[in-house]
């Protein structure tokens, strides 16, 4: 089912939506285990953004249904195909879900672009009174001293000016956005991949604010930092990357 949204959020993430599907890192098993112990029924989540449905597929091991909805169609098609997910094609603002229907509704890397308002009220309507809203995102990646240093470099000075306003929120680790739920405790989770430095690069090149410079300047801004990337990544053919993991929680406030 493919519905027609009405659009409050961005998408940035139409473009190149099958490089976003191959190199952005997934969460640890660890965090949904976590947010799982804290729902009360299992019958329905939302995965709200899901973009390539990686969340989605980790909330199946859970829930009865899982209803995973976005904004962009191009997302939805190299979304993840499971028996137990529902994709459909609507805004984070204004879903079509019944009232009081999810035990859990999960946001990963995407409140930042939503109408805060909108969205938590729509919260407060689809999902359950014992139900659980689980904000979820990651930060810069943290390699080794000397290609953090270049990667911070890059992401302030070099393509800073491209990033949307909204980022802010991801740089102050989802601490300042409006947040009108009863909140829960939240763990600290860290998520570690291996990757080689091509895998790398790609998941620097599905960055907003990396598309927005090659389509306003030419040019890929990463070829400015790649070469000293690469003296830094050495011989070894993967690294371990660390992504730490943002997470709020609330509950609703009667």
Not at 39 to 45: E, G, I, P, R, Y
Not at 91 to 113: G, M, N, R, T, Y
Not at 208 to 220: H, L, Q, R
């Amino acid at each position: 089912m493919i519905l027609e949204p009405r659009q409050f959020m961005k998408d940035n993430f139409s473009v190149q939506s099958d490089k976003y599907a191959l190199y952005r890192p997934t969460y640890p098993v660890e965090l949904f285990d976590f947010v799982n112990g804290l729902v009360k029924n299992k019958h329905a989540a939302w995965d709200c953004g899901t973009g390539n449905g990686q969340v989605a597929i980790q909330l199946t091991k859970y829930f009865e249904g899982v209803f995973a909805t976005d904004i962009s169609e191009s997302q939805l098609s190299n979304a993840i195909p499971n028996a137990k997910i529902e994709y459909t094609r609507e805004s984070a603002e204004d879903s079509s879900f019944p009232d009081d229907f999810f035990d859990l509704v999960v946001v990963a890397q995407a409140v930042h672009w939503f109408n805060f308002d909108l969205f938590y009220d729509e919260v407060n309507r689809v999902m359950k009174d014992d139900g659980v809203l689980a904000v979820i995102g990651y930060n810069r990646p943290r390699v080794s001293p000397e290609i953090d240093k270049i990667i911070d470099h890059f992401y302030t000075d070099i393509i800073g000016k491209y990033w949307d306003r909204e980022r802010k929120y991801v740089d102050e680790e989802y601490k300042t956005i409006p947040f009108p739920f009863a909140e829960k405790q939240a763990q600290q989770f860290n998520h570690s991949v291996d990757w080689t430095i091509d895998h790398f690069i790609g998941y620097i090149e599905t960055w907003s604010a990396v598309k927005k410079y090659s389509t306003e300047m030419g040019s890929n801004p990463i070829d400015q930092i790649a070469p000293e990337l690469k003296i830094h990544w050495g011989d070894e053919a993967t690294k371990k990357i660390q992504f730490p993991i943002l997470l709020r929680l609330g509950e609703k406030i009667f």
